[in-house]
């Protein structure tokens, strides 16, 4: 969210709605995920951000963006660079194979 002209605390509050909404995660978990914070911080930057969502409308557009293309995430595939991520430990263990002989 940063690219789109949105600053750090906006983003982090950001992350921290869509947790909430999307991930359906509690306001401990949330704590626990960002670090440095309790349970009623996170709680208070969820209202705050849910309040400027109801009054800025590019937010509101930004994040009604985000929650759509997330929403679009098939979880139960696996994500490509995944793939990729395997392929390369099983090209990294043959390389340490052949200098280990």
Sequence with gaps: MTGMGIGAGTARSGALWLGRRLGRLTLGQLADRIGGVDYTTT?????????????????AAVM???????????????????????ARVKITQKISLTIAL
């Design 43 to 59: 709680g208070a930057a969820v209202s705050r951000f849910s309040r400027r969502l109801a009054k800025e409308r590019k937010l």
């Design 64 to 86: 009604a963006r985000l929650v759509k293309q997330l929403s679009n995430v098939d979880f139960a595939e696996e994500p490509p660079f995944s793939k990729m991520a395997a």
